[in-house]
């Protein structure tokens, strides 16, 4: 054996810094969304929106009688008869409207939850195994087979259509009686009636949201807890000082999901009424809607982003 | 018996000191029972078990009511749908509509094709969302938070939005082709013409490849949340043993990672499994109807089409047994895997 030469750690000079190996090898790992976005998506999105702005026309060849579509500059026309349209300016609002309703509802119901299924408790594995059905399951499927129902209802003109649909859980008349004594405002009673016949909805809803919830939890260090406990803090204490500020990113993050998820589900009422333009049909019309649609919520969310983002806390790590 | 007697009393001298008295098994066990029951903080505790469990039991029921029904429904004759006695339990109990969803519908095939296609893209899927999500977790490059809003942004496109251009790419695919400026793609350069993909696999296979398939934008930002929790000295310590960064990524970063990317995998595969949206689109010409599991509830099979009075709800009711049927293999699945769903996420430590 020879004595091995330790090769001398050779330096190039035009070798990169470490910072801009780092910066490569995180392109490299970014690469097949970035090969995604570039080759495959970004002409989907350019042409559909190209879509929006142009028409199709058939036209007849004079000569040879042969049928071939004629590409038409439409301009703006598609988006001003989309907000001409009343029907879909109120369906746009009123879609609005019950996503800022349902939003904080869904949030505040998964957080409830999620402090709960956090702690120690008879059967906790068995309730966490329900509670999750609902994000393996309630994808879409059951909506889909409530919308065949519906379609087919509509056509048949049957008797039985809506016999399941709208299910009250508890007739108006009791809850308006019990809250009529309580002088909390009109308002506050619809929204509670609302929330109360919507609580099937609204489960099937946050199960992501609340293993999100769940998982932000998990991750808050338990000696501050015990750091609360030996001064002296009640629970209630603890959860508004230590678990809501440490839960906070969590809660931005849910509230943003939880608007997109809600919004783009078929289920929703202007993505409904988008698919029924769709089908008339006037695709054009459709697409220049539902960039319409696209941008309205991008502006809820931002809406929402910078007022969440206003009290969320985030730890310094180190 | 003699154990009792050797046991010596605490000694005088001690017995008098004052804290001794309050916690040396003075007060009797009647006294302390009396404490507890007085105090209001014990009662609290109480009625907020009581109170809790009440409330995970009432969720629970509201979660799985609605499959209840639909699985006592399933087992109704047709007569049972006339019958104003009937409401819950069926009063004749059969499997005919099991039988010729089965049959007719071709549920096996149909199942067999389904989980192809979910367990190749939850493959994929999971990968490539692991890798981007790694990225944007671990290397500050420029361009970094560019790519994370356009994850956010294709989370937040609606599909329909695209479904047309994206089944006119798909008809005629070609990489980085433009059809609204005439731009032609690498493919047709060479080969003179485009592919048609539609009716085959290979939409949702590319679309899982890049990462952006159906969701992935949430799955690749809980892998970002997740990587961000793992602690650099990991990959630090591999660096100075030598280890690439590929290498320490495979090596290293995926072993840790499963629990999460059970999580994504199951996400991702069942979600895959129920999705009509693409399954339409993309197989709407196919050889026969029910090719994909969820079709098997957009058609009534005809051994149970009737032209009677209960139809609406019948037919409703042969639709859910068809949903029941394809969610009862993920079912199965859930059960096994339910515990990393919860361990998984909970590994997470999405912070920040």
């Known amino acids: 054996m020879t004595n091995q030469v330790i090769p001398k750690r050779r330096h190039k000079p035009g070798g990169a810094a470490l910072s801009t190996r780092k910066a490569r090898q995180g392109w490299f790992f970014v690469l097949p969304f970035i090969i995604g976005i570039l080759l495959v998506y970004a002409p989907i999105v350019i042409d559909s929106i190209w879509f929006s702005f142009n028409t199709l026309v058939k036209e007849i060849d004079p000569v040879t009688q042969v049928a071939y579509n004629v590409v038409k500059p439409a301009g703006f026309t598609y988006y001003r008869e989309a907000l001409q349209n009343e029907e879909f300016i109120s369906t746009l609002l009123s879609g609005a409207g019950q996503l800022v309703l349902n939003v904080p509802a869904i949030v505040i119901f998964s957080l409830f939850i999620a402090v709960i299924l956090n702690q120690k408790m008879l059967g906790r594995a068995a309730f966490r195994a329900i509670f999750f059905i609902p994000v393996i399951l309630a994808t879409g499927l059951m909506e889909a087979i409530n919308l065949q129902d519906m379609l087919s209802g509509s056509i048949e003109g049957g008797i039985d259509t809506g016999a399941e649909g709208g299910g009250e859980l508890i007739s108006m008349m009791d809850i308006d009686m019990l809250f009529s004594n309580m002088k909390v405002g009109r308002e506050l009673v619809t929204y509670v009636l609302g929330l109360v016949n919507r609580v099937y909805e609204i489960i099937n809803d946050s199960g992501v949201q609340m293993l999100i919830f769940l998982a932000g939890l998990q991750s ?14 009640t629970s209630w204490e603890t959860f508004w000082k230590i678990t809501f500020p440490m839960i906070s990113p969590m809660i931005l993050v849910n509230l943003i999901y939880t608007i997109i998820d809600s919004f783009t589900k078929e289920a929703n009422v202007v993505m409904a009424f988008i698919e029924r333009v769709h089908l008339i049909p006037r695709v054009h019309l459709a697409t220049a809607m539902s960039w319409l649609y696209f941008l309205m919520v991008l502006l809820i969310v931002a809406a929402f982003a910078a007022i969440a983002s206003s009290f969320v806390f985030y730890q310094k790590r180190d | 018996m003699n154990t009792k007697t050797t046991q010596a009393p605490p000694p005088a001298s001690d017995s008098k000191h004052p804290m001794r008295v309050m916690f040396q098994g003075r007060i009797s066990d009647k006294d302390r029972l009396r404490m507890k029951l007085t105090s209001p903080s014990f009662w609290i505790e109480k009625v907020w078990f009581f109170f809790r469990f009440v409330i995970m039991l009432g969720v629970s029921y509201v979660i799985l009511s609605p499959f209840l029904s639909k699985i006592l429904q399933s087992f109704m004759a047709k007569e049972d ?8 339990i069926p ?9 010729f969803l089965i049959i007719e519908n071709e549920y096996f095939q149909a199942m067999f094709n389904t989980a192809a296609l979910s367990l190749i893209c939850a493959l994929l899927q999971t990968f490539c969302c692991c890798m981007v999500g790694y990225g944007l977790a671990k290397f500050k490059f420029k361009g970094n938070k560019l790519v994370t809003v356009l994850v956010i942004i294709t989370m937040a496109v609606p599909h329909s939005t695209l479904r047309l251009s994206m089944l006119q790419h798909f008809v005629s695919f070609d990489l980085a082709a433009i059809q609204s400026f005439n731009m032609k793609g690498p493919i047709e350069l060479i080969f003179g013409n485009t592919i048609k993909l539609t009716n085959s696999f290979w939409p949702l296979i590319i679309m899982s490849m890049a990462g952006i398939g159906l969701k992935n934008g949430l799955y690749i930002f809980m892998m970002r949340q997740f990587f961000r929790g793992v602690p650099d000295e990991l990959e630090e310590s591999a660096y100075v043993d ?24 199951l996400f991702a595969f069942s979600w895959q499994w129920t999705d009509s949206f693409y399954s339409e689109l993309f197989f709407a010409g196919a050889v026969n109807k029910t090719w994909l599991l969820p079709d098997i509830i957009s058609t009534i099979p005809p051994s149970l089409e009737t032209g009677y009075a209960g139809k609406a709800m019948y037919y409703s009711a042969i639709r859910n047994t068809g949903g029941i049927l394809i969610i009862l293999p993920l079912l199965i699945i859930y059960l096994f895997c339910q515990r990393y769903l919860v361990q998984g996420i909970e590994r997470s430590g999405l912070v920040g």
């Open chain 2, 242 to 265: 030598g280890s690439g960064t590929f290498h320490t990524f495979v090596r290293i970063i995926l072993p840790l990672s499963i629990p999460m990317m059970i999580t994504i995998f």
């Open chain 2, 91 to 99: 009063k004749n109990w059969n499997l005919q509509m099991y039988k």
């Open chain 1, 220 to 233: 808050i260090s338990p000696s501050i807890y015990e750091a609360c406990q030996i001064e002296g803090a």
């Open chain 2, 81 to 88: 749908f006339v019958d104003a006695t009937v409401s819950i």
